[in-house]
């Protein structure tokens, strides 16, 4: 299952209806929890998702809508005494913040946090499951946004294994080898599979217009972006380092992204329709998210063998 589950939506302030921000990734049977801003605690309970699901908790910067749920979360993980380890990434000029946020009450400290302050853009983590990286936005304080891609592999063809007489265990063998004898000769992966085709999620908070969010975003099967103002107030946008619905929209439409998902609204507009509309005009895919909604990751298209392949 990848799927993401929406926490929050509000951005500085928020709403009757809609929480602080907070997003939660599902990746098969990984959780990545993102900027937890205040109520994320109930909010999770209400989603229905278990702090146990989590291993990862990345915060895009240290602004109080996405991280002030962090004291919470952390101690709701101690109070379960979640086994596994959970690690913290985070802007590394934020770590005064974070050392707060982490003892702002007493409690009974039983989860292990480890704590990865990032420091430059790039990869911050190889995998597996897998490569997590880091781009530095344009907003303040230091902003990063976050890219999720699965390694390179191959996705196997039974009709082509079929042919070449090769089932069971044997199939295991090939991918771990790259090549087996069948048949009375050696058929090799290439020859029975196709490429698979990586999956991206991309997560695009607080920032202005920059060549960053277009990199994070490329080719990302699902690009979760802020969308704070609309084409109205596109000076507000460019005066606080925040993005206009169509901006997202035009984010997703030139990196190749396949579906747009908006948050991050001003309490300024109680419908985010308007939003939703002005990102639809630059790009066809576009959900508004609301809080608790769930959102697939859209599935990869079918594979296709190469005309050249045989067995």
């Not at 299952?1 to 209806?17: D, H, I, N």
């Not at 990746?27 to 205040?38: A, K, M, N, S």
């Not at 430059?120 to 999720?148: C, I, K, N, Q, Y």
């Amino acid at each position: 299952m990848r799927e993401l589950v929406v926490l929050g939506t509000a951005s500085q302030t928020p709403t009757r209806y809609r929480n602080h921000n907070g997003y939660v990734l599902h990746w098969d049977g990984d959780g990545i929890l993102f900027d937890p801003g205040e109520g994320t605690q109930r909010q999770l309970l209400l989603a229905g998702v278990s702090p146990w699901s989590f291993r990862r908790i990345c915060i895009t910067h240290l602004h109080g809508d996405h991280c002030l749920g962090l004291p919470g979360v952390v101690q709701r993980l101690s109070l379960d005494r979640v086994g596994h380890e959970v690690e913290l990434f985070y802007p590394a000029s934020g770590k005064p913040y974070v050392d707060r946020l982490l003892h702002a009450a007493v409690f009974d400290e039983h989860v292990r946090i480890r704590e990865r302050p990032v420091t430059e853009s790039g990869t911050v983590e190889p995998g597996p499951p897998f490569a997590l990286s880091a781009m530095r936005l344009d907003h303040f304080p230091d902003t990063f946004g976050w890219r999720l891609e699965e390694p390179a592999g191959r996705s196997m063809l039974p009709e082509k294994l079929g042919a070449a007489g090769i089932a069971g265990p044997r199939v295991g063998d090939l991918q771990r080898e790259g090549a087996v004898e069948a048949g009375g000769r050696s058929v090799t992966l290439e020859e029975v599979s196709v490429e698979r085709r990586r999956q991206v999620v991309a997560f695009v908070m607080d920032t202005g217009l920059c060549d960053a969010a277009f990199e994070l975003a490329e080719g990302a099967d699902l690009l979760v972006c802020e969308a704070t103002f609309s084409d109205a107030d596109a000076d507000l946008a460019r005066r606080y380092r925040h993005l206009t619905a169509a901006q997202a929209g035009r984010i997703a439409a030139e990196s190749g992204a396949r579906r747009l998902v908006i948050t991050h609204f001003s309490q300024r507009y109680p419908d985010e329709s308007v939003l939703l509309a002005e990102a639809k005009g630059e790009f066809d895919d576009v959900v508004a998210a609301q809080d608790l909604l769930r959102v697939a990751v859209p599935s990869r298209p079918s594979p296709r063998p190469s005309s050249a392949v045989g067995v």
